[in-house]
């Protein structure tokens, strides 16, 4: 039996977000199947609706907040939410700090969703639930195929910010170290939590496409052989918006976690712009 068998299972909550269920829905099933694989058990929280991301929040505040808030307000007591978006973790947790400090926005909470807020509602990036739960007892070496990729690990710019809401574990270096049990190597670069232009790839495309130009152009003059993303929104402005001649692939992390357990599906590189099943066909991990 492997280590990832004998590790107790644990059930968490899970918000999707929009991005991984419709978008990214690559990295909404090699999220689920990887968790499968770790003893993790994704319960998605009933009838959820978007977390108030910048289409919302940067018009108004308060409907934004109150988006938050519903879905924070649909998570059970007694389990971690945890979420595979660096701007769904924001906004959930930037709601949960105006609910700390502001009794207008508890009394506001009850008001709407008839029930206090939850102060104990512990909402984790997946990177932080993976530090959590120690994944080096979890993954096992039987059942796991090394992956012979250089990559380039792509944080983007909402992991660790603000400062008010900083988790109490540095999520930088678990892509890396995570990859690097799997058999990956990861390169040193200067772009890693570069912005990638976010919600104005849609009104600004002019501004985010030499962004993205130049943090895929600085991984591959770094060794990457591919971007390995910790962030859905970030993962399609890179692809949509690229327009160089010879990109690397860019693979979201959950889909290489899944590959190494043998249970990717080849129709999630399908959904791909800038195509990896070539560079894993090169190197024996065509899924």
Same mark, same amino acid.
């Given at each position: 039996?492997?280590?990832?068998?004998?590790?107790?299972?644990?059930?968490?909550?899970?918000?999707?977000?929009?991005?991984?269920?419709?978008?990214?829905?690559?990295?909404?099933?090699?999220?689920?199947?990887?968790?499968?694989?770790?003893?993790?058990?994704?319960?998605?929280?009933?009838?959820?609706?978007?977390?108030?991301?910048?289409?919302?929040?940067?018009?108004?505040?308060?409907? &934004?907040?109150?988006?938050? #808030?519903?879905?924070?307000? *649909?998570?059970? !007591?007694?389990?971690?939410? @945890? $979420?595979?978006?660096?701007?769904?973790?924001?906004?959930?947790?930037?709601?949960?700090?105006?609910?700390?400090?502001?009794?207008?926005?508890?009394?506001?909470?009850?008001?709407?969703?008839?029930?206090?807020?939850?102060?104990?509602?512990?909402?984790?990036?997946?990177?932080?639930?993976?530090?959590?739960?120690?994944?080096?007892?979890?993954?096992?070496?039987?059942?796991?195929?090394?992956?012979?990729?250089?990559?380039?690990?792509?944080?983007?710019?909402?992991?660790?910010?603000?400062?008010?809401?900083?988790?109490?574990?540095?999520?930088?270096?678990?892509?890396?170290?995570?990859?690097?049990?799997?058999?990956?190597?990861?390169?040193?670069? &200067?772009?890693?939590?570069? #912005?990638?232009?976010?919600? *104005?790839?849609? !009104?600004?495309?002019?501004? @985010? $496409?030499?962004?993205?130009?130049?943090?895929?152009?600085?991984?591959?003059?770094?060794?990457?052989?591919?971007?390995?993303?910790?962030?859905?929104?970030?993962?399609?402005?890179?692809?949509?918006?690229?327009?160089?001649?010879?990109?690397?692939?860019?693979?979201?992390?959950?889909?290489?976690?899944?590959?190494?357990?043998?249970?990717?599906?080849?129709?999630?590189?399908?959904?791909?712009?800038?195509?990896?099943?070539?560079?894993?066909?090169?190197?024996?991990?065509?899924?």
């Amino acid at each position: 039996m492997t280590a990832a068998g004998r590790a107790a299972p644990i059930e968490v909550s899970y918000f999707p977000g929009c991005s991984l269920a419709t978008t990214a829905k690559e990295n909404n099933q090699s999220l689920i199947e990887s968790c499968a694989r770790l003893g993790i058990r994704l319960v998605e929280i009933p009838d959820w609706n978007c977390c108030g991301s910048s289409s919302a929040h940067s018009i108004d505040h308060r409907i &934004a907040f109150d988006l938050a #808030c519903r879905n924070l307000a *649909l998570a059970p !007591a007694g389990r971690p939410l @945890v $979420t595979a978006c660096p701007s769904c973790t924001l906004r959930l947790k930037h709601a949960q700090h105006l609910l700390r400090h502001d009794a207008g926005a508890r009394g506001r909470y009850e008001t709407l969703w008839g029930r206090p807020y939850d102060p104990d509602l512990h909402v984790r990036h997946f990177f932080g639930l993976m530090v959590e739960i120690d994944w080096r007892s979890r993954i096992g070496n039987g059942d796991v195929v090394p992956l012979d990729l250089t990559f380039a690990p792509y944080y983007g710019c909402m992991l660790n910010r603000p400062a008010a809401l900083r988790p109490s574990t540095d999520h930088h270096g678990v892509m890396e170290r995570v990859l690097g049990d799997l058999g990956m190597r990861s390169v040193l670069w &200067a772009s890693s939590t570069q #912005c990638c232009g976010t919600f *104005l790839t849609v !009104a600004r495309p002019d501004i @985010v $496409t030499p962004k993205v130009n130049a943090i895929l152009q600085n991984a591959a003059d770094s060794g990457a052989e591919c971007v390995v993303t910790a962030c859905a929104m970030c993962h399609m402005n890179l692809e949509v918006r690229c327009t160089l001649k010879a990109p690397i692939p860019i693979f979201h992390f959950s889909e290489l976690i899944a590959l190494a357990f043998g249970s990717a599906r080849r129709d999630w590189f399908s959904r791909h712009l800038i195509d990896p099943r070539p560079l894993l066909s090169r190197k024996g991990l065509a899924a």
